[in-house]
């Protein structure tokens, strides 16, 4: 009998961390993700594995986004030494992922603890350092999708392409008991399948037990071609009247989709006078990966790409300026309109964008545009919710410019794409939503059941199932 603990990302989209205990092959994580939102230093402060790490045998890991992989330094920081399963493009992007965010997390705590000490406060040892995530990646062990990998003498692990971002994968885990064998599939993040670059997800037919993300489960999506039309308009509207526009990065994905559609709207002569900026080492970083894994992604938005004689995302759009430096990023103050910014944190959590809110949140004239899922409790949330001021750096800006989301250029299946993949299943599998906030979950559950009669559960944090 094999079980299943929901740690994390249950009625929640953060977090992702389910513990699958298999006898005679070993105990396993599906996903070491961290929590998003609030105080960062804090909040990984507060993280606390319910496990002891160094009883885990191998990390199965859907995809490289940090909600997924972000506490893989902490888990070997405390004692795990298995192998981190995953596909070879997740593997290169961690190395990445993972290098900017401890970087970031140990300058902030840095400075909280100069704080501290101004004040007579003790001092916080970092949870995990620069060597963990160094070991961590040397842990990693990459694959190819479709091809199955050995757990030992009784189960497999098979990656499928998930559509989602670059390397991301639908985990189908095949378990032999007594000559028997149960599978179980984790859907990892499902992508809309209409998205550019992504694959539509893999269907898979059969399973025990599934394990489905709900994060859109109350909502459908824009097409990606509306999408790209209100782009256009919003661009023209914020050009008309002088102003500049802000796009909160999500490094991974949406930065690269963004990259592609400002190239088409580029060749279509959309884009004469302004000026492009991508203000995220971390961004153009992926850009790169995404550039050598190009043969991984969607055939005929490739093809566009050759099509104009560039083969790279970097190249495709030639007005594109890369800033790595904070003297280049600061350059970008002295622009008064006109500019297109795309920098990091994609929920504003950090990054450079605040430096930009900073210098133009306040203008009217100004846009903002969200590009994906902003989770409760970060900056990019309140944005959204129309806050009509907003705190950073300890002081208070008023919020003016206009802020407009492109629903459109998410990474993840909406309801109808959700409970379509699901019914794709016969027969139904144990079905259990995960990686979706309470509401999402019910208005899933709900039309899953209206329209497919499949009776689904939501587990809550902490909970087990036995299959
Ligand atoms: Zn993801
Ligand atoms: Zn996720």
Known sequence: MATITFLGAAQEVTGSCHLLEVPGVGRMLLDCGMHQGGDAVKRIQDEEFAFDPATIDAVILSHAHLDHSGLLPRLVHEGFVGRIICTRATAELLDIMLNDSAGLYLRDLERANIRSARRGHPQIDPIYTMADVESALGQCDGHAYNRQIDLGENASVCFHDAGHILGSAIVEITVREQEKEKVLVFSGDLGKGDSVLMNEPARLSKADVLLVESTYGDREHRGEQDTVVQLREILKE??????SVMIPAFAVGRTQDLLFHLGCLHYEGELDNWE?????????????????????????????????HKTSLETFLPVLNLTTSTEESMAINRIKGGAIVIAGSGMCTGGRIRHHFKQRIWDRRNTVIFTGYQARGTLGRVIVDGAKAIKMFGEEYVVKARVETLGGLSA????????????GFTPPPRTFLVHGEAGAQDAMADKLWRERQLKVEIPARGQSIVF
């Open 276 to 308: 492009i900026f991508l203000d995220s080492p971390m961004a153009i970083a992926v850009t790169r990966v995404y550039d050598r894994w190009l043969k991984l992604l969607d055939g005929d938005d490739v093809r566009a790409l050759s099509d104009v």
């Open 238 to 243: 914020t050009w008309k009247v002088g102003g």
């Open 412 to 423: 993840h299946a909406g309801q109808g794409q959700l409970v379509d993949w699901v019914g």
